[in-house]
């Protein structure tokens, strides 16, 4: 009888608790069915290269800025993804997310300016968008198109803040003797169908290095698909310069190092440049590493999230 009586208790209790459990368990839902709490990740994106090196400069930003972006708890996870070339992809990195089952995801674009990578490629590879170019190149490129459960949302571009010209301002010191008597000579990766937004960054900054320099005399060129990958780009850039100076200083305005680039295309074009030893000053490096840079990526990430979170708490 004793044993009877324990029984029922235990199942009444077990009862009570699973009852309790699903209460606690419907209260976190709202009428879709769907689960009020957030679990919010950040995805750094960037335009991803053969080079082990450009690739190991953005898992670097990663480490870098990773403890900053979790400290205060809003955030769960940050990853980074590749839009082209190699793994991790976009669509990779997404599936993680919705494995982890995060319920909105914050790409961090770690781009200069606009392009059809941010404007069109990346909205189209995660279901936002249906862009006729961006999907043919896909299936040229084999690159995956995954539209996630989570929400996504897209931080604004890295040239809108004055970081760049700090960063090319501190560069173009380290390299300058005597700017009364140099030049500058900016070279960027380029976009054919934002040539008119990518020209106004270049003008931008070397205006910003003219006014805190004194050099009085510049010019920009292209290493990417605009100029063919072709190193006359940069050599034409230079000569502009030095036909006015007795020397140039070449700046790569790329995100990280890759020997493709800051070797073959720029240094190549170099090497076309009369004297280039005597009148030409360049250092191959790149943005990275910047702290300016981590900041950014860390006030992006901080920001949305804090507005995800701040959108949810009013609805509920």
């Not at 995805?43 to 979790?70: P, Q, T």
């Not at 490629?121 to 968008?129: A, M, R, S, V, Y």
């Not at 501190?170 to 020209?199: M, V």
């Amino acid at each position: 009888m004793y044993n009877i009586t324990r029984n029922i208790f235990f199942a009444l209790l077990t009862g009570t608790f699973l009852f309790f459990l699903s209460s606690c368990t419907n209260a976190d839902k709202n009428a879709t069915g769907k689960s009020n709490t957030k679990k919010v990740g950040v995805l750094l994106v960037n335009h991803g290269s053969r080079s082990e090196a450009w690739r190991n400069g953005l898992l670097d930003l990663e480490k870098r800025v990773r403890d900053s972006i979790l400290k205060d708890g809003d955030v769960k996870e940050v990853k980074t993804a590749f839009m082209e070339y190699t793994e991790p992809s976009i669509a990779t990195r997404l599936k993680e997310f919705d494995k982890e089952n995060y319920s909105d995801v914050i790409i961090v674009p770690v781009f200069l300016t606009v392009s059809s990578h941010s404007f069109d490629d990346i909205p189209t590879l995660i279901g936002q968008k249906n862009d006729p170019k961006s999907i043919e190149l896909f299936k040229i490129e084999k690159m995956e198109r995954y539209t996630p459960v989570a929400k996504v949302h897209i931080a604004p571009l890295l040239d809108f803040t004055d970081l760049l010209k700090k960063n090319i301002l501190r560069r173009f010191k380290e390299l300058s003797k005597d700017p009364q008597n140099e030049g500058l000579s900016l070279i960027a990766y380029g976009d054919k169908t934002y040539n008119a937004e990518w020209s106004k960054l270049m003008e931008d900054v070397a205006v910003y290095v003219q006014q805190n320099t004194g050099v009085n005399e510049y010019s920009y060129g292209w290493c990417g698909h605009i100029a063919h990958y072709n190193p006359d780009s940069t050599t034409l850039a230079i000569k502009q310069v030095l036909q006015k100076k007795k020397s140039a200083i070449v700046i790569p305005v790329l995100v990280a190092f890759d020997e493709m680039f800051q070797v073959k295309i720029i240094g190549g074009g170099i090497e076309k440049v009369p004297q280039s030893k005597e009148r030409v000053s360049y250092k191959p490096d790149a943005i990275l590493p910047d702290r300016g840079v981590e900041d950014w990526v860390i006030a992006a990430s901080r920001d949305l999230s804090t507005r995800v979170l701040a959108s949810t708490a009013k609805n509920n």
